[in-house]
């Protein structure tokens, strides 16, 4: 297969549900991004869902000492439009050996969902705990 063809996938589900799948391969086959987008429409809300997979290959030399991954999470409600945004982002690397080679691996995955929420009703009531 070669790596900077696309490929696109189209699954609908149910009359209201549509998945849509993307893999396009990047930087001369060095890396890949692989898209997930769902769209539903449902009696109290409309959702899309987007999910984006980076990964970028490069040759290393050593291994560096990889930190944590970075996380950011953003959440919105706008009450008069009544739309709700959340945002998901992970960013980091990894080591891996492709046959004799040392290779670091960076990625960063994105989730997003957006909701807008019909007629009167709102975002469900919710208990958070963060650790």
């Known amino acids: ?11 609908k589900e ?34 899309d869902v987007r999910k984006n997979f980076i990964y970028v290959a490069s040759e290393a030399e050593h ?18 439009l009544r739309d709700e945004k959340f945002s998901f982002r992970v960013k980091g690397f990894f080591y891996v ?10 990625y960063r995955h994105t989730l997003r969902i957006n909701l807008h929420w019909n007629g009167k009703v709102s975002s469900p009531k919710k208990t958070v705990t963060m650790a």
């Not at 209201?16 to 086959?29: S, W, Y």
């Not at 930190?67 to 008069?80: C, M």
């Open 1 to 11: 297969m070669n790596f900077n063809d696309d490929i696109y996938a189209s699954v």
């Open 63 to 80: 291994e560096e000492q990889q930190l944590a991954p970075q996380v950011h999470i953003d959440k919105s409600f706008d009450s008069v």
């Open 14 to 47: 149910s009359p209201m549900r549509e998945i849509k799948h993307k893999t396009t391969g990047i930087l001369q086959g060095r890396g890949k991004v692989i898209t997930l987008r769902e769209h539903s429409e449902e009696k109290e809300c409309n959702t």
């Open 97 to 106: 050996h492709h046959g004799r080679r040392l290779m670091k691996v960076s």
